[in-house]
Nanobody
Framework: QVQLVESGGGRVSPGGSLTLSCQAAGSITSVSLMAWYRQTPGSQRELVAQFPPSGTETYADFVKGRFTISRDDAKKTVSLRMNSLEPDDTGVYYC???????????????WGQGTQVTVSP
């Protein structure tokens, strides 16, 4: 069984930093696109940043210059370093990845359980 296990959320003051981590666990043949999404209060889930298996990472306009996504293919992890956090960044952050499980012919999308990030004084 494949799952995405997240860690690193929490509470931080405005201007502070947090790092979120996510590991793909289970019987996996390959991991393709990895990404982070978030859902802020009263809003729909939105893309924060994504990192294709070969190519460059991309970011939503609202986090450019503040957040950095990285991935470690050997460890099957994706991380999100968040700097200069603002109250509007408060929400639940979700790890997302397209994974081909061992013994399966197709790649499918997986989601982490979500981790809460709260930015307040």
């Amino acid at each position: 069984q494949v799952q995405l296990v997240e860690s690193g959320g929490g509470r931080v003051s405005p201007g502070g930093s947090l790092t979120l981590s996510c590991q793909a666990a289970g019987s996996i043949t390959s991991v393709s696109l990895m990404a982070w999404y978030r859902q802020t209060p009263g809003s729909q889930r939105e893309l924060v940043a994504q990192f294709p298996p070969s190519g460059t990472e991309t970011y939503a306009d609202f986090v450019k210059g503040r957040f950095t996504i990285s991935r470690d293919d050997a460890k099957k992890t994706v991380s999100l370093r968040m700097n200069s956090l603002e109250p509007d960044d408060t929400g639940v952050y979700y790890c997302n990845a397209w994974i081909r499980a061992r013994g399966k012919g197709q790649t499918r999308e997986y989601w982490g359980q979500g981790t809460q990030v709260t930015v307040s004084p």
